[in-house]
């Protein structure tokens, strides 16, 4: 009983004094391995995969010869760029939002990205 309690005391004070963006980091691999996805760093281009991450950033590029939406997902260990090609704007689709996706992984400007991927919004886990 008294190792469980000094575990408790540990993980309390490493909360309290670790950097909240590596916490955050570990908590969103935490819920992407709990999914089954696989992990961004471990992807391989050409592979086809199941991510599941949070939203950092979404642009739009409005030019009507090459209109996208491209968005950055992070699962906690990488990121990976998501390219839907021929859209200007997608319906949930922005910055915090927590979503699974699938597709090949392909490359860009030498990032790794999923072109026109499946996706499913979900709460965060």
């Known amino acids: 009983m008294a190792s469980a309690a000094a575990g408790y005391i540990r993980?309390?004070?490493?909360?309290?004094?670790?950097?909240?963006?590596?916490?955050?980091?570990e908590e969103?691999?935490?819920s992407s391995h709990a999914t089954g996805a696989l992990p961004v760093v471990s992807c391989t281009r050409g592979q086809e995969?199941?991510?599941?991450?949070?939203?950092?950033?979404?642009?739009?590029?409005p030019k009507a010869a090459c209109a996208s939406v491209e968005a950055e997902l992070f699962d906690g260990t990488d990121s990976i760029l998501l390219v839907w090609i021929g859209r200007r704007r997608i319906p949930?689709?922005?910055?915090?939002?927590?979503?699974?996706?699938?597709?090949?992984?392909?490359?860009?400007?030498?990032?790794?990205?999923?072109?026109?991927?499946?996706?499913e919004l979900r709460d965060p886990a």
């Open 92 to 119: 949930g689709i922005e910055p915090g939002k927590t979503l699974q996706v699938r597709g090949r992984v392909g490359e860009r400007d030498g990032r790794k990205a999923i072109y026109n991927p499946y996706y």
């Open 49 to 61: 995969v199941t991510m599941f991450g949070r939203l950092r950033s979404v642009e739009s590029s």
């Open 28 to 30: 969103m691999a935490e």
């Open 11 to 25: 993980r309390l004070t490493r909360r309290l004094t670790e950097d909240l963006e590596e916490l955050d980091a």
